[in-house]
């Protein structure tokens, strides 16, 4: 359902908004399809100064809806919904800020990892079981996380599955601020504001230039991308994923 993610403007701010709240946000493909438009358009349109995701309260994202990894590992054909999503967000030349409520999930811990600046309330949880479920990571996290959390902090998030609290990724650089849930859209929205008012091509410049290259990232987008299409049918994930569900329902 389209209306699943919420697309809004404040003046020169971008609010792209996960609206799924009774499956905690998950990620379907129509979802991830809107989200990538949404990027691509903002990134186009020059009125828009800065793009904001946020969820709802207590779910900014539970990831992806594990019915449409089912439909992989059973024999079916994916779509490229994810890696239009990706890729929209590998080379987004506008920042990105974000504010986490709650569940942050697989996406919804690794979509951050992209973001120039990142709020989250004490209640959140960042984890990300893709090994657990006989996957790989994803969304370039193989790469960015050993650069934001050191090696052996990134093997705890992605190989173990840790959770991180809020404060422990505050801590160990991957989110920005730990607020109270109540000023959290308040803050998120202050400092897109703020980032909006700034001149536009030094800014431009100067973010770029702490991204260095895009293509590394992309590069390592595909290789993840590869490893995770051929692991989602092996009898691993499919078993994983199955116990998972099977779980899940009792």
């Not at 995701?53 to 994202?61: E, H, I, R």
């Amino acid at each position: 359902m389209t209306d699943h993610i919420l697309v809004e403007r404040q003046g020169a701010i971008q609010i792209i908004r996960m609206n799924r709240p009774d499956k905690k946000n998950a990620l379907t493909r129509a979802m991830y399809a809107k989200m990538s438009a949404a990027l691509v358009e903002g990134d186009a349109d020059p009125a828009v100064r800065v793009h904001v995701f946020l969820g709802v309260p207590g779910a900014f994202s539970s990831g992806n809806d594990l019915a449409d990894f089912m439909v992989v590992a059973t024999g079916g054909e994916g779509g490229t919904e994810v890696w239009d999503f990706l890729m929209a967000l590998a080379r987004a030349e506008k920042p990105i800020v974000s504010g986490v409520d709650g569940i942050a999930v697989g996406i919804g811990t690794t979509l951050n990892l992209h973001c120039d600046l990142t709020f989250a309330t004490p209640r959140t949880v960042f984890r990300t079981p893709f090994v657990d479920l006989g996957l790989v990571p994803e969304a370039g996290s193989s790469l960015l996380a050993p650069q934001v959390l050191g090696r052996q902090g990134a093997f705890a998030l992605l190989g173990l599955g840790e959770g991180f609290s809020a404060e422990r990724a505050k801590a160990a650089g991957l989110i920005y601020e730990v607020v109270a849930e109540e000023a959290l859209e308040a803050s998120v929205l202050a400092a897109a504001a703020q980032i909006a008012a700034k001149p536009p091509q030094a800014l431009k410049i100067a973010r770029d230039l702490m991204r260095g290259s895009r293509e590394d990232l992309v590069a390592r987008i595909g290789e993840e991308s590869a490893h995770f299409r051929e692991q989602l049918k092996s009898d691993e994930a499919r078993a994983a994923l199955t116990a998972f569900m099977t779980r899940k329902k009792a």
